[in-house]
């Protein structure tokens, strides 16, 4: 079966940091671009940050430039979100998302990890 | 405040034809870039509905429809259907920003 499963969510104060994890299965990991979607409570969609299929190119938003950082290690078939320097408006559902079948669409996604920034 | 605008909310009654459309500009969709449908039934994560402007994956039913002029795209739902009700997002890539974006989502209710 073709899954993305998230881990790492939680409770964080401001100005502190979180590794999202995004284990993958069912499918060549190392063939796809990667993404990461957040969704913060009663909102829409915001997208976060890109990866490519063999991690050399990356894409941020503005929101979180400069504070997250997207890798991923093919090896182990996982995704990862380092985020840094957490505000209030960063909490939010994180979803991963797989790239396909055209360029900046998602057919799999996971059931996403919710993180929360409050003191 | 989103890149891509959609109506906060449509209604219809079971059997009927309802749109929901998406608004952008000329760094996204005016500039060419694809759009995408997403449904999101309540607690769960995003179902992509259609690609490339009009194209359905395997498994969605074709009462779901897509298409896209100038700087704006349509989804179209026919033969409401209860399980209908849910959110629905557009997304399109945009140049000045040189990643995605999405719309800010619209609720569908079925009366």
């Known amino acids: 079966e073709v899954q993305l499963v998230e881990s790492g969510g939680g409770l964080v104060q401001p100005g502190g940091s979180l590794r999202l994890s995004c284990a993958a299965s069912?499918?060549?990991?190392?063939?796809?671009?990667m993404h990461w979607v957040r969704q913060a409570p009663g909102k829409g969609l915001e997208y976060v940050s890109a990866?490519?299929?063999?991690?050399?190119?990356?894409y941020y938003a503005n929101s979180v430039k400069g504070r997250f950082t997207i890798s991923r290690d093919n090896s182990k078939n996982t995704l990862y979100l380092q985020m840094g320097s957490l505000r209030a408006e960063d909490m939010a559902v994180y979803y991963c998302?797989?790239?396909?079948?055209?360029?900046?669409?998602?057919?799999?996604w996971g059931q996403g990890t919710m993180v929360t920034v409050s003191s | 405040q989103s890149v891509l605008t959609q109506p906060p909310s449509v209604s219809g009654a079971p059997g009927q034809r309802v749109t929901i459309s998406c608004t952008g500009s000329?760094?996204?969709?005016?500039?060419?870039?694809?759009v995408h449908w997403y449904q999101q039934l309540p607690g769960t994560a995003p179902k992509l509905l259609i690609y490339?402007?009009?194209n359905r994956p395997s498994g969605v039913p074709d009462r779901f429809s897509g298409s896209k002029s100038g700087t704006s795209a349509s989804l179209a739902i026919t033969g409401l259907q209860a399980e209908d009700e849910a959110d629905y997002c557009c997304?399109?890539?945009?140049?000045?920003?040189?990643?995605?974006?999405f719309g800010g989502g619209t609720k569908l209710t079925v009366l």
């Open positions: 998302a797989r790239e396909d079948p055209a360029p900046w669409a998602f057919d799999i």
């Open positions: 069912g499918f060549s990991f190392s063939s796809y671009a």
């Open positions: 990866i490519s299929s063999n991690g050399g190119s990356t």
């Open positions: 000329s760094s996204n969709i005016g500039a060419g870039y694809d």
């Open positions: 490339g402007n009009s």
């Open positions: 997304q399109s890539y945009d140049s000045s920003l040189s990643g995605s974006v």
